[in-house]
Each structure stands twice: as C-alpha cells, then as structure tokens.
C-alpha cells in the first residue's frame, strides 16, 4: 500500500517554514466572549486550528475579544490554544487590527463565518491588501505546496471545492462554519502564554449597531449532500482528517455513526441519523463503520454504498455495493493518492 501521502505529511512537519515560532507566525484564531462566558463556537475554532498546527508542526495564538478574564482564556488553552491575547475591545479598528497581524506575523487568520464577523473579516482582507475566503467548513494543507487549502461547498451545497489560498500568501484569512467542526478535546492541564493587548474600537461600527456577538450561519445540510464520507469508530485511531481529506479529495461532506460521535470525532448534528439525517447522497462511503441496523437504515437510499471496513464479517458489507477489506489508515490514503492522480491527468 502506497504511504506516500502520510509521508509528506511528516516531513511538512519538520519544514523550518512551516514552524509557527513561538507568538509570531502560525495560526490565529478570532475568538469572542459573550456575556455568558465565550460564543459557543470558539472551542471548536480552535480545535480546529489544533488540527491544522499539528500537522505543520506550528503554534495557535487566540486572540479574544471584549473579555479580559482568564478563565475564558484558560478555557482556550484548554481547546487547543498555546497562547490568548485578550482585549476587551470587541470591535478592534481595522487599521489597528492589521497592524496587529502584520506585526505578528500571522500565517493564517481564522474567523467564526457570522454575519458581522464575515463582513469585519472581508474588510479586514481589503485592509491588508490579502485573500479571504467566506462559507469554509474546512481545513487542511496541501502536501504538495504546504499552502493552505479550504473547503467550500458549492452547486447549491451539493459538492464541496477545494481552493487554494496562494503560497507564500501571509496572513490567508478565512472565515468558517464552526457547527461541522468536531467538540474540542478539553484537556485543562494545558499552559499557556495569557497576555492582554491593547486595540482600540472601530468606532462608529459601520454595519450592525449594538451587535457584534453572535452564533454562526447555519452550513450546508448533510441531507442535501451528494457525496458523503462518514467515518467510526474505526477512524479513532487513524485519525479524523485522514477522513476530511478523503471527503475534500471527492469534494464530498463529512459525517459520521454514533460510534464516531460516542468517541468525539465529530458533533452529534453531523450523525448519520435514523431518526433524524436519514441521507439519500449519489455516493456514500463508511470508513471504520461495522454496519449495525440503525447506521444501516439511515442510508438504506444512498445510491452507491462504498465500505471500508479490516473485519471482512462486519455487517456494512452487506449493505455495500463495493467493500474494500483493510486497515482504514492504509485504504483512505492510496485512495486520496488515487483520486488526485485521476484528477491531474
Ligand atoms: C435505538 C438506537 C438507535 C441508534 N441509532 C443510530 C443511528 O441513527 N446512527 C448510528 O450510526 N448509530 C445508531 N445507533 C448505534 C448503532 O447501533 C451502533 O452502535 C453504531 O452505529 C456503531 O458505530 P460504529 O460503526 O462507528 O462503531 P463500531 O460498531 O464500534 O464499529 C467500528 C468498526 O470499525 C472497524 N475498524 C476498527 N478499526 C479499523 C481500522 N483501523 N480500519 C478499518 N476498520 C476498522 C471495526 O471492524 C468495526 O466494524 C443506535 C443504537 C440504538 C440502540
């Protein structure tokens, strides 16, 4: 089985380019606190910018807005974050924002995709004379280029695209639907650096008066998916974004069995659900799925059922039109390899 995918992988993780450095560099997440506490989807902002430092071997700043207090900022740590930088401003000044980042060195500079957040983002780019790319759902880096690329879906929500932000490109700023991103693993003996700065306001706030936080848009519907890549319990120990890569490489939606949700690989309203996500994509393909009565009946409609699966006796083959029998971490990568030779050709 061809590894090669996973090999490029590694050696992008001992690149002195893609090392994070400390405070300046890597990757910034834009988070905001509420009267409550912090916007429910910070955590997995966060945990998402984890995802994608890991791979680069690079670090996650968090910049948290209209709250000073530390255990907010502990909370990040706890979701990932090797450092916060609180301000209680919640609205910063574009310019002062980007110098910021400028000063910061920022790589990639991630937004919750919000209405006032995407708008702030876009005018945000405009500023610093750099891309942005709105209504992401995901993330991940091009072995090849080691540039960032995002997922988008597109055709109605139908199929997702993959673009690239641009080598070399600093900061590549996007703006993403947390609601398909997994929970945050919390692990509260995370430390980190907890600093306060200093930004001051955007004053007057040129489009939403007295509103500036919020819950996030509403991404694209798994029912509405024509490709679908869901993973299990199986997926646990090769590592979910072996599975988003796959679903980026087929521009397909991720999702996932009770199993998956049970071992907080991804959140409960991207299950595959008898009584609720019953799913009628053109392709469905369960990795690490056994294939038990309930996962079975809300696919019963997909139109091709593709399963991988190492125990050759699990159920899911009974109901798949094509079963690739072995290891999950073997299989997903020689297919992603696969797919992006046919699409090159
Ligand atoms: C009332 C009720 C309603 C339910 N509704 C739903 C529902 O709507 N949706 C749903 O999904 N579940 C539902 N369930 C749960 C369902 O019965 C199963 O428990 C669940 O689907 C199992 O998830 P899983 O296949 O991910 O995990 P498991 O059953 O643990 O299967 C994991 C599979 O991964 C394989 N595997 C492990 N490692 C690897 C590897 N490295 N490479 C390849 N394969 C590997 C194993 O061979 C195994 O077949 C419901 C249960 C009940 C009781």
């Not at 690989?265 to 038990?292: F, K, N």
Request: hydrophobic share 45%; charged share 20%.
């Amino acid at each position: 089985m061809d590894n090669s995918y996973l090999e490029s992988l590694e050696a992008l993780m001992t690149t002195d380019e893609a090392a994070g450095g400390g405070e300046n560099g890597g990757i910034w997440v834009v988070t905001q606190a509420t009267a409550d506490g912090l916007t429910t989807w910070s955590g997995k902002l966060v945990a998402a910018a984890r995802m994608l430092a890991d791979q680069l071997g690079a670090y996650v700043q968090v910049l948290l807005l209209g709250s000073e207090d530390e255990t907010l900022a502990n909370a990040l740590l706890a979701a990932g974050a090797d450092g916060v930088h609180m301000t209680t401003t919640i609205i910063p000044a574009f310019t002062a924002m980007a110098d910021f980042v400028t000063a910061r060195e920022v790589e990639v500079l991630l937004f919750a995709d919000t209405p006032v957040l995407r708008q702030y983002a876009a005018a945000l780019a405009g500023e610093l004379d750099k891309p942005f790319l709105s209504g992401c759902t995901g993330l991940e880096i091009d072995v090849e280029t080691s540039g960032l690329l995002v997922q988008r879906p597109v055709m109605d929500n139908r199929i997702n695209e993959m673009v690239a932000m641009g080598e070399g490109v600093k900061p590549q700023i996007v703006a993403l639907f947390p609601e398909p991103l997994p929970e945050p693993f919390d692990d509260p003996y995370r430390t980190g650096d907890v600093e306060t700065v200093d930004l001051p306001a955007e004053t007057p706030w040129p489009w939403v008066a007295g509103e500036s936080v919020e819950e996030p848009l509403q991404p694209p519907r798994l029912q509405d998916a024509r490709i679908v890549v869901a993973g299990g319990r199986g997926m646990a120990a090769a590592g979910w974004p072996l599975l988003e890569s796959l679903a980026s490489a087929l521009g397909g939606v991720v999702a996932g069995s009770r199993g998956a949700v049970d071992e907080g690989l991804i959140g409960e309203e991207r299950m595959v659900d008898l009584m609720g996500q019953r799913i009628v994509p053109d392709l469905y393909i369960a990795c690490g799925i056994s294939g038990q009565m309930q996962h079975n009946a809300a696919i019963e409609n997909a139109r091709m059922v593709v399963a991988i699966n190492h125990n050759p006796k699990a159920p899911i083959f009974k109901v798949a039109d094509v079963g690739l029998v072995g290891d999950v971490a073997e299989i997903i990568p020689a297919l992603i390899n696969a797919i992006r030779d046919q699409k090159a050709l």
